[in-house]
């Protein structure tokens, strides 16, 4: 049977991965003005791909790390990221300023809301951790 941490950090790993594939197609930012430059809002759009796909990395390398302090690592510099990710579009980078555009409509909310989701998936597993870690003993490693 699989345990529960690994199945928490796999869907973390899932939910990463459709933050970069979804930050890039159904809910990308605004496209190529009419001269065909990109707007500021693309470099968001980027970035939180970028994020998710380390996020994904994060989660995998926890999946399969038999180590509970790798874990605890990975699921720590993974919350981090998600935070990151969460101020990434309008308060780390710029976006367009019209309440209409694709960036503010689609791209902003989708982002905050898996960056939530992502930040307790890694709350959940750092929690079990210390849980774990505190019912077997100080001195004990798997």
């Known amino acids: 049977m699989i345990e529960k941490g ?4 796999l869907i973390s790993s899932a939910a990463g991965l ?5 930050s890039m197609t159904v ?6 003005k009419e001269d065909g ?3 500021i809002c ?5 970035r ?3 994020c998710g796909i380390g996020l994904a990395v994060l989660f995998a390398i926890a999946a399969f790390v038999k180590s509970k302090a790798i874990k ?3 699921d720590t510099a993974a919350l981090v990221l998600s935070v990151v990710t969460f101020m990434t579009p309008g308060v780390l980078v710029h976006i367009c300023l019209l309440s209409n555009m694709h960036c503010q409509v689609r791209l902003k909310p989708f982002t905050r809301g898996s960056a939530i989701f992502i930040a307790l998936l890694a709350l959940w597993d750092i929690l079990r951790i210390i849980k774990e870690k505190r019912e077997k003993g ?3 490693e798997e």
């Open 6 to 9: 690994r199945v928490i950090s």
């Open 18 to 22: 459709l933050l970069a594939v979804g």
């Open 27 to 32: 809910f990308s930012a605004c496209g190529p």
């Open 37 to 39: 430059t990109l707007m």
């Open 42 to 46: 693309h470099n968001a759009q980027i």
């Open 48 to 50: 939180v791909a970028m």
């Open 72 to 74: 605890l690592i990975c």
């Open 138 to 140: 100080p001195g004990e």
